[in-house]
């Protein structure tokens, strides 16, 4: 019975509350359990909301905020020597205005195509420290290489679309094109992190840190763990 009375709590309480998950239009989830007659009681109410509101905090999109105090922290350590590439989905985390020094930093561009190039020309001086491998061949919109097409307008992929199709060996081009100067930090999630691993340690790069970003895994560009890999 307790557990019912809670779980009528925690029902009702995400209609109360805008926890950034729920996706149904307001008052369309019910306020008591399906096929129950028990409507929640402010009591259950406010214990389902406190419960919600204690855990999901917790490990909750966590370590996209954490992963910037340990940038903050490698770069006040070593301004000069610090230097991250995201390979998380472009914007997955916050960007300068958590870390407050001028290190270079860089995701992969994930723009529209008809925004890619306008959006290379404004970056162009602070993503210059850092080359990247030339486009990947231009796609039509069933996914056949343009040179086979018939006649079907091709599409150029984005930076972060050229990365997904072979990641190790595009982040092989990148640490040869950037030799001897490569970015100290690399910062993605666990599942892609786990694919790059042999890869990455013959570039003489050690995991450095992991750190925890839900209890279950809800949406693909957001995996449970996020980790840091360093250039030792």
């Known amino acids: 019975m307790a557990a019912a009375v809670l779980l009528g709590g925690l029902w009702a309480s995400f209609d109360m509350l805008d926890v950034g998950i729920n996706t149904c239009p ?11 007659q028990h409507a929640p009681s402010a009591g259950e109410r406010i214990a389902g909301s406190t419960l919600i509101s204690t855990s999901f905090p917790l490990p909750y999109c966590r370590a996209q905020v954490g992963v910037m105090r340990v940038i903050e922290r490698a770069a006040a350590a070593d301004p000069a020597g610090t230097s991250v590439l995201f390979l998380t989905p472009c914007h997955a985390t916050p960007f300068y205005s958590h870390v407050h020094r001028p290190v270079p930093m860089r995701f992969l561009d994930c723009s529209p195509p008809q925004h890619a190039a306008a959006t290379a020309a404004l970056n162009q001086q ?70 790059l691993a042999a890869p990455l340690k013959r570039w003489g790069y050690a995991l450095h840190q992991r750190l925890p970003n839900c209890w279950v895994q809800t949406d693909e560009d957001s995996p449970c763990e996020l980790q840091v890999w360093v250039l030792q």
């Open 26 to 36: 307001p008052g369309s989830l019910p306020t008591s359990l399906p096929g129950s």
């Open 126 to 195: 602070e993503q210059a420290w850092l080359r990247l491998p030339a486009a990947c061949p231009a796609t039509t919109p069933d996914g056949s290489s343009a040179s086979h097409s018939s006649g079907a307008v091709a599409v150029q992929p984005s930076q972060r679309q050229c990365f997904e199709r072979d990641p190790a060996a595009y982040v092989d081009a990148v640490l040869q094109l950037n030799a001897p100067v490569r970015p100290r930090l690399l910062v993605g999630y666990a599942p892609l992190m786990a694919q």
